[in-house]
T-cell receptor, first 112, second 118 residues
């Protein structure tokens, strides 16, 4: 079983749709969960950061962590064409130590 | 806003040649990383660096790879004898690594250095 699994997509949605992106993981030691957005040929940029279980909201983005199910989600409301990118989940056991494990990334295309 | 900078943005080299990729992490950050991403594949951890030594490395990071922080600002990745399969985008990242509530664990990535081995 892979340590982090993420559906690679591609996922195409119409503008204004709610997008749900998900990752599952196998290592129960993970405590820090992140979502990165990566535009083509660019470095990943952090979107959301969550520690342990729960929800976190930032504008149109909501991150959810369910540690009991080893499942994390990113929701994008009112999706825009500018949201078209690859979304990567990443996680680690303890901050600053040392290795972040990334999912394969889900390619999202928001159609105008 | 502080950022991680990487040079070169693209390097083309012949198989067997040595390559050095350079990174300037965010000032005052304590943890430094190299990741790579082969075209169309996932971002893979190579190595982490803290307090002037390697903290952890992956199985990809074999004897052909080395890292150093020669002058307190630059953080370099050296590939001694490049292979075709080393062709990838190499990302440098840094993390503040502060103890306590200010520590977000956020990795800041550079724009990447694309390495093409012919």
């Amino acid at each position: 079983q892979k340590e982090v699994e993420q559906d690679p997509g591609p996922l195409s949605v119409p503008e204004g749709a709610i997008v749900s992106l998900n990752c599952t993981y196998s290592n129960s030691a993970f405590q820090y969960f992140m979502w990165y957005r990566q535009y083509s040929r660019k470095g990943p940029e952090l979107l959301m950061y969550t520690y342990s279980s729960g929800n976190k909201e930032d504008g149109r983005f909501t991150a959810q962590v369910d540690k009991s199910s080893k499942y994390i989600s990113l929701f994008i409301r009112d999706s825009q064409p500018s949201d078209s990118a690859t979304y990567l989940c990443a996680m680690s056991g303890t901050s600053g130590t040392y290795k972040y494990i990334f999912g394969t990334g889900t390619r999202l295309k928001v159609l105008a | 806003e502080p950022e991680v900078t990487q040079t070169p943005s693209h390097q083309v080299t012949q198989m067997g040649q040595e390559v050095i990729l350079r990174c300037v992490p965010i000032s005052n950050h304590l943890y430094f990383y190299w990741y790579r991403q082969i075209l169309g594949q996932k971002v893979e951890f190579l190595v982490s660096f803290y307090n002037n030594e390697i903290s952890e490395k992956s199985e990809i990071f074999d004897d052909q790879f080395s890292v150093e922080r020669p002058d307190g600002s630059n953080f370099t990745l050296k590939i001694r004898s490049t292979k075709l399969e080393d062709s990838a985008m190499y990302f440098c990242a840094s993390e503040a690594g502060l103890a306590g509530p200010a520590d977000t664990g956020e990795l800041f990535f550079g724009e990447g250095s694309r390495l093409t081995v012919l």
